[in-house]
């Protein structure tokens, strides 16, 4: 699909369908943070905020990729509910929706199989494929129920995978919280489930669990529904200043509601429990609050906005660039033993600063890389839907 990239700036305000420059704007933002966290010059000595948590917890990095999500359902929203406006009936819409899940999916699995193609220990999940699902449900969801099926589907999402979780004894292990912590590694029905139906040579590292298992896409998709209803509240007829501050507010509510169920079911990314979902779709419906008046609102700001804008408006085709990229430096080995990433790396004078800083210049550097040829298909008015 062509169009130019000043096209956005003309969309009449107000109307279903609406293009929303400041959700261009925060994807940009997610997509480049997305990247820069991904690749570390030496992730063993980066920034603690720019690596995952260990275990519970939340760091930056763990905002990331629930705010693509958040990011993905407000699309969902804008997008079909203008073609359902126009009169589009649903099951219409579910081909070309069917036929972009499964290229996301493929995708997906093609970028585990990189560089040598290792079929035997090919990892089946991933962020990809978290996407694809994630992006097919609730597009059905919203599809066939608007406002009123997200609000239930989120809810019973949520709830739901805190009941089996805390509350479902998992066979041959015992009961969550009795005879085995809850959300131990091994022993949570997650785990348990990923483990069962797919071999572990086929997980995330050949470990116990995997961060982007079957079960957990329950709680993802809740992520992805948060933000189709985000969507649909910036698309009423409601002054700019009060949509952005009802956002704001809620925003700061799923916050504390996170924190508050957190101490019953702790924040944790790689089980992507309840709490971090509300936790972290606080957090980005405040930063879309925020963009939102900035962008869209009052303040009508378009200067600076280039960069979030070129890596927004081609988000999944940036992504899947960086991961391309940074596969190929890692294949590419030097007689030495080291791969053309650590030599890059290495090339980095170690007076610039601690390890840890080095370490974000050579990421901020992979960014800046990456931005190159997506700055150039911005100009050319390309925009690769995936």
Known sequence: MKSTPEQPLRQAPSQSGRRLQSLDVLRGLT???MILVNNAGDGAVSYAQLRHSVWNGCTVTDVVFPSFLFIMGASIALAFGARL??????RSNLPQMGKRSVLIFAIGLLLNALPFFHLADLRYYGVMQRIALCYALAAIVFLF?????SIAACAYALIGYWWIMLHVRVPGIGMPGVDVPILDRFGNMASWLDRLLIPQ???YHHTVYDPEGLLSTLPALATTLLGVLAAAWLQTNRAAARKAAVLGANGFVLIVGGLLWSYDFPINKRLWTSSFVL????ITAMLLALFYWIVDGPWQWRRGITPCLVFGT???TAYVFSEVLAIALGAIVLRSGRNLQQLLFALLPQWMGSP???SLCYSLLFVGVCYVPLRELYKRGIFIKL
Do not use: I, K, W
Not at 145 to 149: D, E, F, Y
């Open 356 to 358: 840890a800083f080095v």
């Open 85 to 90: 406006d126009r009169g589009v009936s649903p």
């Open 314 to 316: 081609n988000a999944l």
């Open 201 to 203: 040579a086929h997980l």
């Open 31 to 33: 997509v480049a943070v």
């Open 279 to 282: 936790f972290t779709a606080g």
């Open 145 to 149: 129920g608007r406002v009123r099926a």
